[in-house]
T-cell receptor
Framework: AQKVTQAQTEISVVEKEDVTLDCVYE???????LFWYKQPPSGELVFLIR??????QNEISGRYSWNFQKSTSSFNFTITASQVVDSAVYFCALSEAYAGKSTFGDGTTLTVKP | DARVTQTPRHKVTEMGQEVTMRCQPILGHNTVFWYRQTMMQGLELLAYFRNRAPLDDSGMPKDRFSAEMPDATLATLKIQPSEPRDSAVYFC????????????????FGDGTRLSIL
């Protein structure tokens, strides 16, 4: 069975601080995909980033960056120079490659204070 | 941008009433998911469809919940009879998963139906 653990329930930072959201996953599949979604106070879930199980290259996209380490089954997400608009619940998800079905973590609530 | 459309956005009804939630997936997407989000349980997968066929509804209480896809542009989730514990936000999501091939495509979520059962 697949499992996603987001150990941080809530994080609070002051604007312009960097913040890292942790995600640890479990799967027996060799091919899978990892995602981060954002759920702002308005309620909709929005796709942010993805990574496939064969590519451990870490990337940066604007203020977002992610660190995928297969050896530790972790897929951490960093927001650099956080802004108030980053306040949201962030979900890490593990997707079965062929079924397309995803297992979501419980989410981390990020509050960025001005 | 193409979006997943869910109706109604809000629904308040009394216990015992039938509730129907509708979802229009993004045109061209062949997979539709229904999720329920509560504070206690987080985001739970209730059921999902591929090419309109149900693939997995193990997350759904069978006695009162039913999910269907009458056509490629409409997915429905029904609760009959509804109970106060069904109060939650119900999300529909769609995605494209090619048959027999791995898919890295993310799921696209609707805005959700906020359901309150009194």
């Amino acid at each position: 069975a697949q499992k996603v653990t987001q150990a941080q329930t809530e994080i609070s930072v002051v604007e312009k601080e960097d913040v890292t959201l942790d995600c640890v996953y479990e799967t027996r599949d060799t091919t899978y995909y990892l995602f981060w979604y954002k759920q702002p106070p308005s309620g909709e879930l929005v796709f942010l980033i993805r990574r496939n199980s064969f590519d451990e290259q870490n990337e940066i996209s604007g203020r977002y960056s992610w660190n995928f380490q297969k050896s530790t089954s972790s897929f951490n997400f960093t927001i650099t120079a956080s802004q108030v608009v980053d306040s949201a619940v962030y979900f890490c998800a593990l997707s079965e490659a062929y079924a397309g079905k995803s297992t979501f973590g419980d989410g981390t609530t990020l509050t960025v204070k001005p | 941008d193409a979006r997943v459309t869910q109706t109604p956005r809000h629904k308040v009804t009394e216990m015992g009433q039938e509730v129907t939630m509708r979802c229009q997936p993004i045109l061209g997407h062949n997979t539709v998911f229904w999720y329920r989000q509560t504070m206690m349980q987080g985001l739970e997968l209730l059921a999902y469809f591929r090419n309109r066929a149900p693939l997995d509804d193990s997350g759904m209480p069978k006695d009162r919940f039913s999910a269907e896809m009458p056509d490629a542009t409409l997915a429905t989730l029904k609760i009959q009879p509804s109970e106060p514990r069904d109060s939650a936000v119900y999300f529909c999501a769609s995605g494209l998963v090619p048959d027999g091939q791995p898919s890295s495509q993310p799921q696209h979520f609707g805005d959700g139906t906020r359901l309150s059962i009194l």
